[in-house]
């Protein structure tokens, strides 16, 4: 079981970067999947949920009009679009898979490695 996440880099102010959730082992099917972020020193935060089964979708207000989850079925991928991006998103992007979804992450199963964002001024 494993989550693949890539797509992150160092990106201007107001630019946009697309981050994938690759999943290998298991079908996101019957699972919610989160992005979350984390910054060094920091407790890890909420970003945004899709639940796989009716595609219900959930934002943080902090990226809210900004940000789009959506998944592809076929690649069993999930997609963080963001867009408008500020210096305060930079941190290490998670994606994790499980029942369901909290701020905090206590309904998630697996996580994956992460991939960094930085967002310069």
């Known amino acids: 079981v494993q989550l693949v996440e890539s797509g992150g880099g160092l990106v201007q102010a107001g630019r946009s970067l697309r981050l994938s959730c690759a999943a290998s082992?298991?079908?996101?099917?019957?699972?919610?999947i989160g992005w979350f972020r984390q910054v060094p020193g920091k407790e890890r935060e909420g970003v945004s949920s899709i639940s796989y089964n009716d595609g219900t979708t959930y934002y943080e207000d902090s990226v809210k009009g900004r940000f789009t989850i959506s998944s592809d079925n076929a690649k069993n991928t999930v997609y963080l679009q963001m867009n408008d991006l500020k210096p305060e998103d930079t941190a290490v992007y998670y994606c994790a898979a499980g029942e369901f979804y909290t701020d905090y992450g206590e309904g998630m199963a697996y996580w994956g490695q992460g991939t960094l964002v930085t967002v310069s001024a």
């Open positions: 082992g298991f079908t996101f099917e019957d699972y919610t």
